[in-house]
């Protein structure tokens, strides 16, 4: 079983920046993705970036290239999410994903962590 523990969510204001991390535990395969999804009040979850295992070339979503950085570190399982010029709109609950890419290709998800950007 795998395990995500995510951290540093909060309050901010408009403009401000918050890093968040996901430490991943437990029977790990080398091949995997980790990223970050999020989940407004009323809305579907949608990607905010995610990055594999071995590539240098992270996904974003269209609109947050620029302003989000996701990054890894293998050795600690452990990713990030360097959110910058952060605005009211990117309020929501922000889930750590870990999916694998072979079989079983199994899904994991942290809980969530709160980000409220204020105005």
């Known amino acids: 079983q795998v395990q995500l523990v995510e951290s540093g969510g909060g309050l901010v204001q408009a403009g401000g920046s918050l890093r968040l991390s996901c430490a991943a535990s437990g029977n790990i395969a080398s091949s995997n993705t980790m990223g970050w999804y999020r989940q407004a009040p009323g809305k579907q979850r949608e990607l905010v970036a995610r990055i594999h295992r071995g590539e240098s070339s992270p996904k974003y979503a269209d609109s947050l290239k620029g302003r989000f950085t996701i990054s890894r570190d293998n050795a600690e399982n452990t990713v990030y999410l360097q959110m910058n010029a952060l605005k009211p709109e990117d309020t929501a609950v922000y889930y750590c994903?870990?999916?694998?890419?072979?079989?079983?290709?199994?899904?994991?998800w942290g809980r969530g962590t709160q980000v409220t950007v204020s105005s």
């Open positions: 994903n870990l999916a694998l890419t072979t079989w079983p290709y199994n899904d994991y």
